[in-house]
């Protein structure tokens, strides 16, 4: 069985900093890719940041200069850094693993920027 585990959400003061960590066990394909979604009140699930493998990475337009990602493949692990955080980046985010034939999702947890 997949299991992501995600830790690091909480409460941050805007123009602070958090780090976000997700952990993957089980059969995984060396080939994949992972990432970062988040979800606001009223709004759709957005894609907040991912990275291959291979390293490659995609960030959302919001948080480019601001958010990065990065991975540990041996530990098929995914680390999200978020400085300058803003009120409007408020959300549950949702650690993502996915290949070709699956996808999977981490339970979510809450980032709040107060301001």
């Known amino acids: 069985q997949v299991q992501l585990v995600e830790s690091g959400g909480g409460l941050v003061q805007a123009g602070g900093s958090l780090r976000l960590s997700c952990a993957a066990s089980?059969?995984?394909?060396?080939?994949?890719?992972m990432g970062w979604y988040r979800q606001a009140p009223g709004k759709q699930r957005e894609l907040v940041a991912a990275?291959?493998?291979?390293?490659?990475?995609n960030y959302a337009d919001s948080v480019k200069g601001r958010f990065t990602i990065s991975r540990d493949n041996a530990k098929n692990a995914v680390y999200l850094q978020m400085n300058s955080l803003k009120p409007e980046d408020t959300a549950v985010y949702s650690c993502?693993?996915?290949?070709?034939?699956?996808?999977?999702w981490g339970q979510g947890t809450q980032v709040t920027v107060s301001s």
């Open positions: 993502n693993l996915r290949w070709a034939i699956a996808t999977y």
């Open positions: 089980g059969s995984i394909p060396s080939i994949n890719a």
């Open positions: 990275i291959s493998s291979g390293g490659s990475t």
